[in-house]
């Protein structure tokens, strides 16, 4: 009973462990985020151009991805980070499952902030570059799903706003990660070069499992089921009911709903970051200011949104006018397009390289965060609530396939960059934002009703 205690101990109106998830997952999205910045320019610019000849398995891996003829370095490279960005996203399942019935999460966890260290230093080689994204791709599948199930059992499964703003919290822990871990390895890649910037990103890996384990008492620990012999059970789990599995389908349908979004934000991490590099000014009186740091500058958005969203949606619901959560989705969806369409914008009748100005990259950047802090954690929070508890972290692990397909979609897409104009390409990826937003708010009504079990009035 005790360390139930410790668990539920509050801070500030949220439970303490809430904050030491969001510490923990500041530093892994500091080490994700500060290599995934580099990762495009690495390759564009110095891994396929100088040294592909050193990496194994890459002649074989491009060879099997030209399926529809030679490709240039930067659809390679487009498709490569789409690949990689989509399978972080589809591993979880497979952490899900493990965490489930196997190791429970918080080894499960423990397991993934490991590989994730060994991969992020693999990456300071050439030779193991293909072997270090396994590696990453693998860890970060038991670090994904489990951690951010851990936030929603934390908090009473019919406190819905309270559990949205923890969400938030963690969130604002991912944002801070990911905003500070681009301009960190970015500076650090621009004097050392690339491969000192990967290995930061490996040692604050370290500290991520470091604030993990400092928290543990403030976390729950569900067991994976035991056999009669106390031997953990891998025998099948008792059938869903009837409507827990009305209840799953439901959260599968709202999960995919997030696909579009997926697909127009997270586009500015690879493609994006090559776009700023031709074709936006970053002259200061300091000198040119490194295209990796924008990498981060969409973070930063979400973290100047996350107080003002906490506070707005806190100041609605005690006047029973906060949105549902689906209808934040659609809201968010709508916001990532518009950020598009201000890039598209800004590069309209513009032929120079480095002729669009600064202003318009970091609105575009500062307004795709506000438009994630409306979507995603909501959609965490959506998946907290509403799964069966029995497979609360693999359904948590399958809320990020919708990221796996959207990512590996947006390298496709993005592999046709150098084959339209910069506004032509931005437009397109607005659009995909702005059919998902569309349906969204469509669909609303019923999917409240749907995940509430009663009518919910329109909002």
């Not at 990967?198 to 008492?217: E, S, W």
């Not at 500015?268 to 000198?287: E, F, K």
């Not at 307004?367 to 609530?385: C, D, E, F, N, R």
Request: proline residues 6%.
């Amino acid at each position: 009973m005790a360390a139930e205690e410790q668990q539920f101990e509050q801070f500030a109106g949220h439970p303490k462990g809430v904050y030491y998830l969001a510490f923990t997952e500041m530093w892994e999205r500091f080490s994700f985020y500060g290599m995934s910045a580099l990762l495009t320019l690495y390759m564009v610019k110095e891994l396929l151009p100088l040294h592909a000849d050193k990496v194994l398995g890459l002649a074989a891996l491009r060879h099997g991805l030209s399926f529809n003829g030679p490709m240039s370095d930067v659809a390679f490279a487009s498709i490569i980070y789409g690949w990689y960005a989509g399978l972080v996203y589809f591993t979880p399942i497979i952490g899900g499952w493990v965490a489930d019935r196997v190791l429970g999460p918080k080894r499960t966890v423990l397991l993934g902030v490991l590989l994730m260290a060994a991969g992020h230093a693999a990456m300071s080689f050439y030779e193991s570059f293909v072997f270090a994204l396994l590696l990453l791709i693998l860890g970060s599948g038991f670090l994904k799903g489990n951690i951010s199930a851990q936030v929603g059992t934390l908090y009473p499964r019919e406190d819905e706003s309270r559990r949205s703003q923890g969400y938030t919290i963690f969130a604002t822990g991912i944002n801070i990660g990911a905003a500070s871990g681009p301009v960190t390895t970015g500076l650090v890649a621009a004097i050392w070069g690339f491969h000192a910037g990967f290995a930061v990103a490996a040692v604050l890996m370290l500290v991520a499992m470091v604030g993990y384990i400092l928290g543990q008492r403030h976390l729950p620990d569900p067991k994976p089921p035991k056999s009669s012999s106390g031997a953990t059970a891998r025998e099948k789990a008792p059938p869903l009911t009837p409507a827990e599995r009305r209840r799953v389908a439901v959260l599968i349908f709202v999960i995919a709903l997030t696909f579009p979004a997926e697909i127009t934000y997270p586009m500015v991490w690879s493609i994006g970051i090559l776009w700023v590099d031709q074709w936006v000014n970053l002259a200061t009186p300091l000198g040119t200011v490194p295209s990796s740091w924008f990498a981060g500058m969409d973070s930063f958005g979400s973290i100047l949104a996350a107080p003002i969203l906490v506070a707005l949606w806190s100041w609605q619901a005690k006047r029973g006018q906060e949105p549902a959560n689906v209808t934040k989705q659609g809201i968010g969806t709508a916001i990532v397009a518009f950020a598009a369409l201000l890039f598209a914008f800004s590069n309209l009748g513009v032929t120079q390289e480095h002729g669009v100005g600064a202003f318009w990259a970091v609105a575009g950047w500062l307004i795709m965060g506000l438009g994630w802090m409306y979507y995603w954690p909501t959609t965490m929070a959506i998946v907290s609530k509403a799964a069966p508890p029995r497979v609360a972290s693999t359904l948590m692990g399958v809320a990020f396939l919708s990221p796996f397909a959207a990512h590996v979609t947006a390298g496709w897409v993005g592999s046709y960059f150098d084959t339209m104009s910069p506004s032509a390409f931005w437009t397109l990826d607005a659009s995909i934002g702005v059919v998902g937003a569309a349906v969204i708010l469509l669909l609303r009504k019923p999917l409240i009703r749907e995940l509430d079990g009663a009518p919910e009035p329109a909002r």
